[in-house]
Every structure is written in C-alpha cells, then in structure tokens.
C-alpha cells in the first residue's frame, strides 16, 4: 500500500476511488482481509467514500477468513443499503462456514468411534447439541 501511495508523486499518475476500490476487490479474491481493510482505511484517509460495492468485497473477504462480525457493524455504523449481493455474499459464506463446522464435528465423531471410548463419545454429543441448539 505504502507504494501506491506513492504512485502518484513517482509517475504522474493520479490515484481515484477506483484505484481503492480495485485493491480493495483484489484483496478479496485472494481472502486477505488485513490488507483489504487497510485499504479501506487509507481510502477513509484520502477522502474517498467506500459504496455498497467495496463493503461486498471486504464481506467476501472476511467469509474467506471467517471474520463476518466485523462488516455487520460497519454497515450499520456508515448507514449502507445492503445490495442483493451483499446479502447473497452473507448467506455464501455463512452456508460454507456451517459446512465446515458440520465437516469438523464428523471428523471429531469418527475419532471418537474409532476409539471405542463412550466418554469421549458422549462428550462430542453433548457439546455438539449444545451448539445446535444455539443455532436455533
């Protein structure tokens, strides 16, 4: 980020809300959220506001690190109209974050099985129920 801060000084180039808003994309596809915050605070910074858009794209990257609680507030906090694919990126990547659980705690019960140990069993149950009911 520091160097294309300093595009604009070294080439002439002048950099705009597209120039954040494409690093911002970029940084999403390839899931580093860190990155893609930064931007957006730099953009903050550089008097551009973020749209809808840039908040999809910092969603899909919290989806691909599991980090949703962060951009309920922020669109809350900047008063943003959700989009369709703002909602559909929620529901993605809460689809997949479920899946994986799932996933985890099968991989958990058939340890516990090969084992042959009742408690171990009985205690991934226990805790398993536990969670699905605080889904509901």
């Not at 605070?41 to 690190?65: C, E, V, W």
């Not at 990547?93 to 099968?106: E, Q």
Request: proline letters at 1%; aromatic letters at 16%.
């Amino acid at each position: 980020m520091a160097s294309v801060q300093g595009i604009s000084y070294r080439a002439g180039l002048s950099i705009d809300y597209t120039t954040f808003s494409s690093l911002i994309k970029c940084f999403a596809d390839s899931g580093n959220l860190k990155k893609a915050k930064r931007t957006l605070n730099i953009m903050f910074q550089s008097d551009f506001k973020p749209t809808i858009n840039d908040y999809n794209h910092l969603i899909r990257a919290a989806g691909k690190s599991y980090a949703f609680e962060l951009f309920y507030d922020q669109l809350e906090y900047n008063k943003l109209e959700p989009s369709i694919y703002t909602w559909n990126s929620i529901y993605t990547w809460n689809s997949i974050y479920t899946w994986n659980s799932i996933y985890t705690w099968n991989l958990l019960i058939n340890k516990a099985i090969e084992s042959k140990s009742s408690k171990i069993i009985r205690k991934i149950y226990d805790e398993l129920y536990t969670v699905i009911e605080e889904l509901n």
